[in-house]
């Protein structure tokens, strides 16, 4: 009977060297990767909403690994006004070794005090926080861009390479604002029906049929209430 438990026993710790291990040798590997790209600020100001989600898209690559990590960015970027730090972010990414928090923290120090929301242990909190500080905005900036979104002009009569590319404009306008607090659904669909308005006739149409719900961008809530959620979930 000793001697079956002492068998087990060794066996069990076997194992358990074996897993240490690999965990080091995993930790090891994943310490001399490549450096992610940093983000940093702009003319002294926090970098734009498109910046950020490119550089969001990129650590997601880097960081591709890390359990946990591609589902919450994902999920982030389709819907940042839907979830809560406590509830939806905080331990949702194996980290138990701090290497991708580490990794993080080395391409954000340019942006971390404005945008890291003081975060030192948690990778995805981290990421959260300056994903909100980049949609959120401070005030001045939010009204400038929500007023660069609502004045812009007509697509001009032209090629389809001339739509597409005043399309783009107008999508890269909106990602600067939607999630601001600023924008609504009728200041989306009033620009809709201006910038297309050679469509006139298929906007009209479509407009009626439209589901906003879920787009996240506020739902009609007052400039003064920028903090209101949208969609809840992902």
Same mark, same amino acid.
């Given at each position: ?7 087990? @026993?060794?066996?069990?710790?076997? *194992? ?18 490549? +450096? @992610? +790209?940093? $983000?940093? $600020? ?19 690559? !880097?960081?591709? #690994? ?8 994902? /999920? ?33 120090? #340019? ?37 660069? &979104?609502?004045? $812009? ?10 739509? @597409?590319?005043?399309?783009? *404009? ?8 939607? &999630?601001?607090?600023? /924008? #609504? ?12 308005? *050679? &469509?006139? +006739? *298929? ?10 719900? !879920?787009?996240? /961008?506020?739902?009609?809530?007052? +400039? ?9 979930? /992902?």
């Amino acid at each position: 009977m000793a001697q079956t438990m002492a068998s087990e @026993l060794a066996e069990a710790l076997a *194992r358990s060297q074996e897993a240490s291990a690999k965990a080091l040798i995993e930790a090891a590997k994943r310490a001399n990767r490549n +450096p @992610l +790209p940093t $983000l940093e $600020l702009q003319g002294g100001s926090n970098p734009s909403v498109k910046v950020t989600k490119v550089w969001l898209e990129k650590v997601k690559v !880097g960081l591709k #690994d890390y359990e946990g990590l591609v589902a919450l960015v994902d /999920c982030m970027l389709k819907n940042p006004r839907g979830m809560t730090p406590e509830d939806d972010v905080a331990g949702k990414v194996v980290d138990p070794m701090g290497a991708a928090h580490s990794h993080g923290m080395a391409s954000i120090q #340019d942006v971390y005090e404005d945008m890291g929301g003081g975060e030192e242990e948690d990778v995805g909190v981290l990421l959260y926080n300056i994903w909100q500080a980049a949609i959120g905005k401070v005030r001045q900036q939010a009204a400038k861009d929500y007023t660069g &979104f609502v004045t $812009l002009q007509a697509i001009p009569t032209g090629s389809s390479a001339v739509l @597409l590319a005043g399309h783009k *404009r107008w999508e890269e306008a909106l990602e600067e604002t939607r &999630f601001s607090g600023w /924008c #609504d659904e009728d200041a989306i669909l009033d620009s809709i029906e201006v910038i297309f308005q *050679r &469509f006139g +006739p *298929r906007v009209a149409i479509a407009k009626p049929a439209c589901s906003w719900k !879920g787009w996240g /961008c506020g739902h009609g809530q007052a +400039p003064e209430d920028p903090e209101g959620a949208g969609a809840q979930g /992902c």
